[in-house]
């Protein structure tokens, strides 16, 4: 007969307590997060957060994912939403991106990155330029053509509002063009979703947007993506010129998505989404995601995000001050 005495029945829990923590484990890394889009669905931020989302939760990273659109104010409705709820909101990320640093500058809301916790960027999109399928521009030399000749008569449209990132990467690349940059006629929508619909309804003419808001419909042959604002053709649209070898040359830009916490988020959470994120990247279900959006991977964690930020501030704003929108 076995007899239990305290030092038998010790051991017994002790090799019990290794033979499970030895056992693999389906938990996940973090049990729930909740995404804030400071906009409307079907635009850049919500197919940004709900693709990291789906990658995360597929890959085990996350084991639940909710998402909630919020828009107002240029994204400012959200931003302050996070930091007035920020005690309730330590498993809340916003999804943001350069337009954070863009309406900052122009004071469209009264906060900046600063008032927040930036956890990380993830992603990088290009920008694009896009006319209707059936439109009569057939590539981005004739909408040059068209814009030189009359730029009243050629609509620009984008999710963001005049003076915004769209707007300003139309500028951007007009002139680079040789074209007048202030003479752009820019149509703002709230978000891309919406923006896309401006363009598909015949509103607007051509549409500034992010690659990736235009890459489906291409595939679909829906709309025609006249160029691309990256530095080399894009793999997964190697027929789309790049916008400086269409004829605007040296026009590069490329927009970074990323994700911020409520103020104060503490270390150990920030911890464990840079881990989370860095965990996602190595994971086929990221990749198919990534690939299937046409993003490239952009990762800057914690305070080399926050030094990221501050150098962008400055090139924008003496970007948005030669363009005149400062």
Known sequence: MIRFTRRFAFGCAFVLAMGIAAMPSDAADIEATHFLIPGGAGGGWDGTARGVGEALTKAGVVGTASYENMSGGGGGKAIAHLIETAGKQQDTLMVNSTPIVIRSLQ????????????????????????????????DFGALIDAYNADPSS?????????????????????????????????????????AMAGLLSGEIKALSTGFGEAIDLARQDTVRILCVTSKERLDAAPDVPTCSEAGASGAEFVNWRGFFGPPGLPDEKM????????????????????????????????????????????????????????
């Open 271 to 326: 911890d464990a989404y840079v881990a989370a994120f860095e965990k996602m990247y190595e994971t086929e279900e990221w990749a198919a995601v990534r690939d299937r959006n046409g993003w490239v991977d952009i990762f800057n964690p914690d305070d080399g995000f926050v030094a990221f930020l501050e150098a962008q501030e400055k090139q924008i704003g003496d970007l948005m001050k030669e363009l005149g929108f400062l």
């Open 154 to 194: 050629v609509s620009i449209g984008g999710g963001s509002v005049a003076g915004g990132m769209d707007h300003i990467v139309a500028a951007l690349v007009m002139k680079a063009a040789g074209a007048d940059p202030n003479e752009v006629k820019y149509v703002p929508y709230d978000a891309g979703g919406k």
């Open 107 to 138: 004071k469209v809301f009264p906060q900046s990155f600063r008032d927040l916790t930036p956890v990380a960027s993830v992603i990088g999109d290009y920008g694009s330029f896009v006319v209707h399928k059936e439109s009569s521009v057939s």
